[in-house]
């Protein structure tokens, strides 16, 4: 049997792991619901439950794996292999993490920010290949980031680096769920999307979006399908949208010089919404004159898994050489 790493990834909402070989193929995945308000306890629990059902769902035994791979949400002590505080596992308190599945399964466990993880799998295999300065964002509930420079993840110092969503773009800004105000994050996000046309309806603006839901479910997604019906406050909001995610890629471009930016997550299902937008945005913030190139991230949520699979494959090739 040719050796596998085990990647997980954990997200809020659910738990993805699979088993992939050293060439990058994916044999087996297995993916459950976190139920994060449950706790730390039952969470833990689930990953360690969703590996063993991976291994024999893929006719894999825990012999057949060298190494596990976990991208986890930041903030991360990665040097102590704690997750320190992530916003959404409530709850977690520099939870030693790496220690417990090294406990469980015996085996050497790598632990990355997610975000990181999924930069570097969108580099290796999806739509930043070849490309030597690369940056990852994801725009989903929150956002996310990470920089891959000539193949390495740019980590900092303590391993938290490119935490693009909470880049401060207006000093008295709403406050984001880091508690700091103005963030990114807060106005770009499907979240922050979301609660500006809440905040529009119960202003009384008026809009088909009052009619289409219960205000307090109004979601990212009824802005866009109302937008697209030609509802004057919903395309006001996909404007803006683009706009913000603009300056987010004009902030990055003018930090890094990236050869590309890709973006992932849930808001670029609907891309051509607001890519001129933000384009143009991006294009009148740019400190050189360069253009700068930004496409849709092609890998979804693989991006993620393939990314902590090739440095769970990196550590165990470095043991060997040691
Ligand atoms: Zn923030």
Redesign the pocket.
């Known amino acids: 049997m040719d050796k596998h790493v085990i990647g997980i990834d954990l997200g809020g909402t659910k738990i993805a792991t699979c088993a992939i070989d050293k060439l990058g193929n994916i044999r087996g995945r297995k993916i459950v619901p976190t139920l994060a308000s449950k706790g730390q306890d039952v969470v833990i629990s689930r990953i360690i439950q969703c590996v063993y059902d991976l291994l024999n769902e893929s006719n894999l035994n825990i012999d057949d794996v060298t190494a596990i791979g976990l991208a986890a949400p930041g903030p991360l002590d990665i040097k102590n292999g704690l997750m320190t505080n992530p916003p959404n596992l409530p709850g977690w308190k520099d939870v030693p993490i790496v220690k417990i599945l090294q406990h469980e399964f015996k085996l050497p466990v790598v632990l990355e920010n997610d975000a990181n993880s999924a930069a570097l799998g969108e580099n290796l295999y999806g739509s930043g290949q070849g490309v030597d300065y690369f940056i990852y964002m994801t725009v989903s509930t929150g956002i996310g980031g990470g920089v891959v420079i000539n193949n390495r993840i740019l980590r900092g110092s303590t391993g938290n680096a490119a935490e693009f969503?909470?880049m401060v773009i207006n000093f008295e800004g709403p406050i984001?769920?880091?508690?700091?105000k103005g963030?990114f994050?807060?106005y770009a996000s499907g979240t922050a999307l979301a609660r500006f046309a809440r905040q529009g309806v119960i202003e009384g603006r008026k809009s088909i979006l009052a009619d289409m839901i219960d205000v307090e479910e109004l979601k990212a997604e009824h802005v866009f399908s109302a937008a697209k019906k030609g509802d004057d406050f919903a395309m006001e909001l996909v404007r803006n949208e683009g706009s913000y995610l603009g300056i987010g890629i004009a902030n990055m471009a003018n930090a890094f010089d990236p050869e590309l930016i890709a973006i992932g997550g849930g808001l670029t299902r609907q891309w051509d919404m607001f890519y001129h937008q933000m384009m143009n945005t991006a294009k009148t913030r740019l400190f050189a004159s360069k253009d700068i190139q930004v496409v849709k991230a092609s890998l979804d949520s693989d991006a993620g898994l393939l990314g902590i699979a090739k440095l769970a494959w990196d550590f165990v090739d470095n043991s060997l050489k040691r």
Request: glycine residues 20%; proline residues 0%; contains cysteine.
């Open positions: 969503g909470h984001c769920g880091c508690k700091n963030c994050e807060a």
